[in-house]
């Protein structure tokens, strides 16, 4: 496997062809502002200039995630966007949209791929032969996007806490415990290098969709995420490297308390000592259940320290997950 190749590989390094990719992106964008002055509408300006060229705001919202820095939004993103909302027009009642332009529901969606065939699509033996990676209608409608009862958006929250908990680098290396259908993982993938993401996961219908619609569709195919099938904590298929991070989001409370410390035990070696951390979502039961001190005695016995429980607020809609932070504690 190719992945421990930047294991070693520290602290953030501008390379050339990045600068250069700044410096085009400046220069499309450029191209963006002088032709929008004349429409006077908002240029909605994303590329990723260097600090520079951008004369507008102090901290630009899309710019400054990917050297290391601060990775949720800021009030000041917050306050543009809802400004946008209001310059727009958009008034919502009660947090409720009006209907849309033929609007279908998801069930409806799938039927209609089912059954009508429009004049652009390829008819007998040729339906089957132009396109490279056929997904499941199922899927293509986004049906997965429900199978864990949590809005969809959850995920950013979840990648935005623990990846400003624990100051996440792009060329951080992160283990998910549980991944799914990439609601969390997605984020992760988009942000950190090739190969940097990890997750053990052991439903089919999930790692297919993680597969076949959700790493195509996001153009993410080139990350290259190392997503392997398996149970019962078995982290054998993951080599020797080191992980700053790994996280269990809803997975331990669904499993037997054995299987966790099972789990801890082989996850503790794979932990970088001091600086990596592990975090477990809802509550840690499999050591509550213990008993206080029988539960800090178990968790240090494995090098495991309890740091601190946390709550992170969602950014769209009301609620809050809790969150509890281990860390290896010995070398
Ligand atoms: C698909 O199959 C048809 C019939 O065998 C053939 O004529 C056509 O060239 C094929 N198209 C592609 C893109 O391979």
């Known amino acids: 496997m190719a992945l421990s190749s930047s294991w070693a590989a520290k602290g953030v390094v501008v390379t050339v062809p990045v600068l250069v990719l700044s410096a085009s992106a400046a220069a499309i964008c450029l191209f963006f502002l002088l032709s929008s002055l004349s429409s006077s509408s908002s240029s909605i300006c994303t590329c990723p200039v260097p600090s520079a ?24 993103d917050v306050k543009w966007v809802k400004d946008q909302i209001e310059a727009n027009g958009l008034y919502m009642q009660d947090n409720i949209l009006r209907k849309g332009i033929n609007p279908r529901t998801r069930a409806q969606q799938l039927q209609d791929l089912i059954q009508f065939k429009g004049i652009s699509h390829y008819e007998g033996e040729q339906s089957s032969n132009h396109t490279a990676l056929p997904c499941p209608g ?27 908990s624990v100051h996440l680098a792009p060329d951080a290396r992160v283990l998910e415990i549980g991944c799914g259908t990439l609601r969390v993982g997605l984020h992760f993938i988009r942000y950190l290098n090739p190969g940097h993401f990890h997750c053990l996961e052991r439903d089919e219908l999930s790692l297919m ?8 569709s996001q153009g993410l195919l080139h990350k290259r995420p190392l997503i392997v099938k398996g149970e019962d904590m078995d982290f054998r298929k993951f080599g020797s490297g080191m992980y700053d991070l790994v996280y269990a989001s809803a997975v ?38 213990l008993g206080g001190d029988e539960c800090t005695k178990r968790l240090n016995s494995l090098g495991l320290e309890y740091l601190a429980k946390h709550t992170h607020d ?3 809609f009301n609620h809050y997950e809790i969150w509890f932070e281990f860390r290896r504690s010995k070398a």
């Open 252 to 289: 331990f409370l669904h499993m037997p308390d054995k299987l966790v410390w099972t789990g801890l035990e082989s996850l503790v070696n794979k932990l970088k000592p001091y600086k990596g951390r592990i975090f477990v979502s809802h509550n840690i039961k499999f050591c509550s259940r």
């Open 209 to 216: 969709a993680a597969f076949r619609y959700e790493l195509p």
């Open 314 to 316: 969602s950014l769209l």
């Open 53 to 76: 060229a951008v004369s507008t705001t102090p901290v630009g919202g899309a710019a400054y995630g990917r050297f290391g820095a601060r990775i949720s939004p800021t009030e000041e």
């Open 138 to 164: 199922e899927l293509l409608v986004e049906e997965h996007h429900s199978n864990y009862g949590e809005p969809w958006a959850g995920g950013r929250d979840v990648f935005e806490f623990l990846a400003d």
